[in-house]
């Protein structure tokens, strides 16, 4: 029998199988625990919430209210359990306009505790400037009842119930009770800018208008950088006829909040005021291009063309404020039901602008809503009777109409719906 002849094995092989075994036990061993799955994103590092806290208090310390609510928002997302930071939100969400969000805020910090007091008062407040008085003061009585030495919530109460008389939903009282509100707060916190705030919006209202001034000066002396503070100052100047100082203020409101359109608003009617319809014309189309879908704004720019007699760009703004329809940059504008104040206003421009031009089939037709709608308004009453005798001479007469001075429209300022208040009872502060 055939010996098979016995395979010599070769150290070398033997060598590179140890080396490729060492491998693999050192990969699976060292490297794979420290290299993270394939596919799956890295975890980045978070910041505590205090970061973000001490990151928003120095944006408002240089008055930048703006990012410092970004940065408290990114607070509530680093620790959503923490109230305060939803009430100091809400607080300077109030201050910038942004009413709906600081409601939810508040509403947040009351999920968290239902006894917050702070959190039903900025509620209150913040449905207030949205209207719904009712609800609003519900939430500041409520917010007085768990904390009565709450100054905080008598100022929002007292100028909720201010609002809330202007838009003619109150009662005999409502005024009275705002006075007593703002007292309330002022005695309780005399050097708070909410009480400054609310004593100057009811001595505002009831046109004691230095007094007005004096606290609204106070108020921006604790915090400068609160825009519809100096909007409320500058109001009171142009009241006083101090109308440098009222054009300093709206500037002031509107270097703080350029996207408002009321300090442009606020400013052409001071011009228009002093008979610079220019001016006036130039800021009430910025306040168009802040807001154009407004038709509060297309009015007062509507009024501008009116004082400065040029009647068919007149025609085409208080068109759009009355009627609605698109502007030229395709932006819609739903027109303003007929009501008193500063829509009669827009009507009655309108009704004489189209008189000046000859097209008095619509004109005579705006005549008969004022009359029917507004009654009781003498202002609006004359001027819808003006528009009929200019029709007249229109078809008596192929000469275009002078323009009487009884009709124009009144130069006196008074404090419209969209811009503060109108006046009460000087007695009753």
């Known amino acids: 029998m055939n010996k098979k002849r016995r395979r010599r094995v ?3 092989r033997i060598f590179i199988l140890l080396v490729l075994i060492a491998g693999v036990v050192y990969v699976n061993q060292v490297i794979v625990p420290t ?3 394939l596919f799956i994103p890295t975890p980045t590092a ?6 973000y806290i001490s990151e928003g208090e120095s944006y408002l310390a240089e008055g930048k209210i703006g990012p410092a609510i970004q940065a408290f928002e990114k607070a509530i997302s680093s620790d959503p359990q923490n109230p305060s930071n939803y009430i100091t939100t809400a607080r300077l969400q109030i201050y910038s306009g942004l009413y709906s969000e600081a409601a939810t805020n508040a509403e947040n910090a009351l999920l968290l505790n239902s006894n917050n007091s702070m959190g039903h008062a900025l509620r209150g407040w913040a449905m207030g400037f949205n209207g719904d008085y009712l609800e609003s003061l519900s939430a500041l009585d409520q917010a007085i009842e768990l904390d009565p030495n709450n100054a905080s919530a008598y100022a929002y109460k007292a100028e909720i119930m ?3 008389t202007q838009a003619g939903q109150g009662d005999l009282s409502t005024l009275d009770d705002a006075v007593d ?7 309780m916190a005399p050097n708070s800018l909410e009480s400054h705030r609310a004593r100057g919006t009811v001595l505002e209202y009831t046109g004691n208008y230095e007094e007005a ?8 002396a604790i915090n400068p950088n609160i825009s519809d503070l100096h909007l409320a100052l500058g109001r009171n100047y142009r009241y006083l006829q101090q109308y440098d100082k009222a054009v300093e203020e709206f500037n002031r409101a509107n270097a703080l909040n350029p996207a408002d359109p009321m300090p442009d608003t606020n400013i052409s009617r001071t011009y228009a005021t002093v008979g610079e319809y220019a001016k006036a014309i130039q800021y009430a189309l910025q306040a168009v291009k802040d807001a154009p879908e407004d038709p509060y704004m297309h009015g007062n720019l509507g009024q501008m063309y009116y004082r400065n007699r040029e009647y068919p760009a007149a025609i085409d703004a208080l068109g759009l404020a009355v009627q609605g329809g698109m502007t030229e940059d395709s932006v819609e504008v739903e027109g303003l039901p007929l009501d008193y104040g500063r829509i009669a206003e827009y009507y009655y421009t309108y009704g004489l602008s189209l008189a000046r031009q000859g097209e008095c089939g619509e004109a005579l037709q705006i005549s008969q809503l004022l009359l029917q709608g507004v009654p009781n308004d003498e202002t609006s009453i004359f001027n819808a009777e003006a528009i009929v005798e200019i029709c007249q001479e229109v078809a008596t007469s192929p000469i275009a109409p002078q323009e009487p001075e009884a009709t124009a429209t009144p130069e006196a300022d008074t404090m419209p719906e969209e811009d503060g208040m109108t006046d009460g009872d000087e007695s009753a502060n």
């Open 10 to 12: 070769k150290p070398w």
């Open 35 to 37: 290299t993270p799955p």
């Open 46 to 51: 978070t910041r505590s919430p205090e970061t």
């Open 162 to 164: 201010i609002y809330q």
């Open 181 to 187: 509100a703002s007292r309330t707060a002022e005695a």
């Open 213 to 220: 001034a004096l606290e609204f000066a106070a108020a921006i």
